[in-house]
C-alpha cells in the first residue's frame, strides 16, 4: 500500500491503475480510511470479509451505505451459504447495495469499454452509485434484483472452472458453448430455488451472461482450470505457480456450494456445479465431465416436451 501511495499506482498488479487525483490516496489502515465515509466500497477475497467486518465494527459512521464487489459466498458449519452483502449488513449494520458485471481487472484498468450492474432496491442511493461509478468507458446499469446480481457473480467461476476443463481437454468451443449455456441455466435455477422472485431480465444484464461469457474465456478460473488437467497439477501448486499464491475463487464456491446441495439433497439438479466441484477433488476425472451432463435436466425436460 505504501508503494501504490508513493508511486500513484499499483506497481504489483494492476499496474495500468494510476491513482489521479490528488483527492485519491492510499491508506493501509482500514479504520481510518473508512472512519468518516459514507459510501464504503468493499473489493477483498470472500474468505476474509468476517474479519474486516469485525475490526470495522462501531468505527464507521452509522449512515455509512456499502457496496460490495464481492464475488462469491459466505459458508457456515451448517452447510449454509450467506450472501457477502447480507454479512456486511449484519455484522456492520448498514445497507449493502452490489456491483458485479464484465469487468476484468486489468481491462477496467486500461480504461477499456465495459458495462457493469449495480443491484440497489434504495430508490435514493441508485442514482448516487450510479453516478459514482460511471465513466465514459465503464457503464452502469441499476436493477432493484439485488440477490440476483450478487448470486451471479458468485456462480459464474463455477461454470468458468468448467469451461476451463474443456480447453483443457481440447472439446472445442461447441462443448464450451453447452457448458456455458448449461451454466446459465443452472444460475436461473440457484436463484429461483433460494432467493426466489429474480427477474429473468436481471440475467441478461452485465452481471449474468456477459460476466459469464467474459470469465468463461478470459478470466483466471478458466485459466487455472485448463492448467489443471493438463499438467495434472493441484489447484493449490497452480494457486502458487500461476496467482502468486491468490486464492481461486471458482473451486472454493464450488465447495461452498455443493456442501449446501448435498445437504438438500439437490445436487442431482445441478450436474454441472456437482460436476465441476467433483473434478476439483478429484472425486471425478476432467474427462468425465461431459458423461455427467449429457443427461442434463435441461435436455430431459426438452425431450418430455417433445414427446407429449
Do not use: W
Not at 481510518?32 to 473489493?43: G, N, P
Not at 452502469?140 to 463455477?158: R, S
Request: with cysteine.
Amino acid at each position: 500500500m505504501q508503494p501504490t501511495h508513493a508511486n500513484r499506482r499499483c506497481t504489483r498488479k494492476l499496474i495500468e491503475m494510476r491513482l489521479i487525483d490528488l483527492h485519491q490516496v492510499a491508506v493501509p489502515d482500514v479504520v481510518e480510511a473508512a472512519k468518516e465515509a459514507d459510501i464504503l466500497i468493499f473489493v477483498i477475497p470472500h474468505q476474509f470479509i468476517r474479519g474486516l467486518a469485525a475490526t470495522m465494527l462501531g468505527k464507521i459512521k452509522p449512515t455509512a451505505v456499502g457496496l460490495s464487489l464481492i464475488k462469491g459466498f459466505d459458508s457456515g458449519d451448517d452447510k449454509s451459504i450467506k450472501l457477502i452483502s447480507k454479512v456486511v449488513e449484519e455484522h456492520l449494520k448498514i445497507p449493502c447495495n452490489v456491483l458485479m458485471g464484465a469487468n476484468l481487472a486489468n481491462e477496467v484498468a486500461e480504461e477499456k469499454f465495459c458495462e457493469t450492474t449495480i443491484g440497489c432496491r434504495d430508490k435514493r442511493m441508485a442514482p448516487v452509485f450510479r453516478d459514482l461509478m460511471m465513466t465514459p468507458n465503464f457503464r452502469v446499469v441499476v436493477v432493484e434484483d439485488c440477490e440476483a446480481v450478487e448470486v451471479c457473480g458468485a456462480l459464474k467461476n463455477i461454470v468458468a472452472c468448467g469451461a476451463g476443463f474443456v480447453d483443457g481437454l481440447g472439446l472445442g468451443d461447441n462443448t464450451k458453448a453447452a457448458v456455458i449455456r448449461l451454466g446459465l441455466m443452472e444460475m436461473i435455477k440457484f436463484v429461483e430455488t433460494f432467493y426466489g422472485n429474480a427477474k429473468l431480465s436481471t440475467f441478461f444484464e452485465s452481471c449474468g451472461v456477459a460476466d459469464l461469457i467474459t470469465t468463461c474465456y478470459g478470466g483466471r478460473n478458466r485459466r487455472v482450470c485448463e492448467q489443471f488437467i493438463k499438467t495434472g497439477k493441484s489447484i493449490k501448486e497452480l494457486e502458487d505457480e500461476l496467482l502468486g499464491g491468490q486464492k481461486l475463487q471458482g473451486p472454493a464456491t464450488a465447495d461452498e456450494v455443493n456442501a449446501m446441495l448435498k445437504a438438500k439433497g439437490l445436487t442431482d439438479k445441478f450436474p454441472l456445479f456437482t460436476a465441476v466441484h467433483r473434478i476439483c477433488t478429484r472425486e471425478l476425472k476432467g474427462t468425465d465431465l461431459i458423461d455427467e451432463i449429457r443427461n442434463h435436466p435441461e435436455h430431459a425436460m426438452k425431450m418430455e416436451m417433445i414427446e407429449g
